[in-house]
């Protein structure tokens, strides 16, 4: 017999997919009008302005894990990442903030920033590791990561795959934990798993290993 609280439940699951699929479509639909945009990268320049205080001028981040180096990323890669802070796909209060309507208008701002961070030079040297873990990061990245980040760690723009070497090594291991604990939603689900059966020695250590990597490859 149906109730009045099945309809009701039902009703609310089939509201909240509706509201759920009408972000992704939303998020899917800047992402793609950016990438129609011509970037301007003089506009880029100045939109960077703002990304000055925390990432630097030169992109190239914090050594303490708080800021990314983001200097020559994937043009498609940090479009996405811009575009997912928007859509509550990623979460952090700065990054949410400085990407807002306010800052960066629609498509054509994301375009011109995200252009200009991959035109900037891969910053080097990131802060490495204590070495200890090294070896065994090493052997577990070649064998789990590098399928999809590739043997460098450089990534691909066509796939938005991250180019993750050289990166700092404390951002590195704190994303990793956060994509294990459930806190990069925009993270797909064979990522997260693989993820989190990383022991913290291995997740140590596959971040000393990236952040050693030659930054240009």
């Known amino acids: 017999m149906t109730t009045v609280w099945s309809i009701g439940v039902g009703a609310l699951l089939a509201a909240l997919a509706s509201i759920a699929l009408g972000a992704e479509s939303n998020a899917a639909l800047e992402f793609r009008a950016a990438v129609a945009a011509t970037p301007d990268l003089s506009r880029g320049e100045q939109l960077f302005d703002t ?97 999809c980040h590739g043997a460098t760690g450089q990534g691909s723009n066509a796939s938005k795959t991250p180019r993750i070497a050289g990166q700092h090594h404390a951002y590195t291991v704190r994303q990793l934990q956060d994509a294990a604990d459930g806190r990069r939603p925009n993270m797909t689900n064979l990522h997260t798993r693989i993820v989190s059966q990383l022991s913290f020695d291995e997740i140590n250590g596959i971040a000393d290993y990236l952040s050693r990597l030659a930054a240009r490859n």
């Not at 990304?51 to 498609?76: F, K, L, M, P, W």
């Not at 952090?92 to 400085?98: A, G, L, N, T």
């Not at 011109?112 to 577990?140: E, I, M, Q, T």
Request: glycine share 12%.
């Open 51 to 147: 990304c000055r205080a925390c990432h630097n001028s030169d992109g190239s981040g914090t050594s303490d894990g708080n800021v990314a180096a983001i200097g020559g990323q994937h043009y498609r890669v940090v479009l996405q990442q811009l575009v997912d802070f928007r859509h509550d796909k990623r979460w952090d209060i700065r990054m949410e903030h400085f990407v807002d309507r306010h800052h960066l208008k629609g498509p054509q701002e994301l375009a011109d920033v995200a252009a200009y961070v991959s035109s900037l030079p891969r910053p080097w040297p990131p802060s490495f590791g204590d070495g200890k873990d090294l070896k065994l990061g090493a052997g577990v990245y070649l064998a789990r990561c590098a399928g």
